[in-house]
């Protein structure tokens, strides 16, 4: 999949992804911050974690830019948390994640329908070629030289 692209360079890209966000609770931080619960208490009660362990992922993911941290409450100083575009873009991953468990751990049964929330209709991730105008598979995608 990776063709010509060195192997160390692809190595440490991944390996630097999943550092970042390849733990069970900064995925997991990752998704509800998605699904719209930014506080830090509703963060902890949602997702049934430790205020340590949960301090330390949200620390790693503003540090890396993933997150940013927004003041809502001026006395006493609180904040939510908010995606970054960098966050914001890990919408695609997160989505394969869940379609591929859904698949492989769910006996194939979807655990949440996503939807155009526009329109209501369902949607269906894949590769899209721009020049194309067509789906493909992972067997289609190849490393190209720069």
Known sequence: MFGTVPQET????????????GDKW????????????????????????????????????????????VPYQERPLRHEYRLTQMGRELSPMLVA???????????GQPTAVLVHAPCGTELHQAFWCPSCKCTFGPSAIRAADR
């Open 26 to 69: 900064s995925m997991l931080v990752v998704r509800d911050v998605f699904r719209g619960v930014r506080r830090f208490d509703d963060l902890c009660a949602d997702l049934g974690m430790s205020r340590a362990v949960l301090t330390n992922r949200l620390r790693k993911l503003v540090d890396a830019g993933v997150l940013t941290k």
């Open 10 to 21: 692809a190595d440490s890209t991944i390996t630097a992804v999943a550092e970042l966000v």
């Open 97 to 107: 994640l869940l379609r591929w468990g859904d698949r492989w751990f769910g006996g």
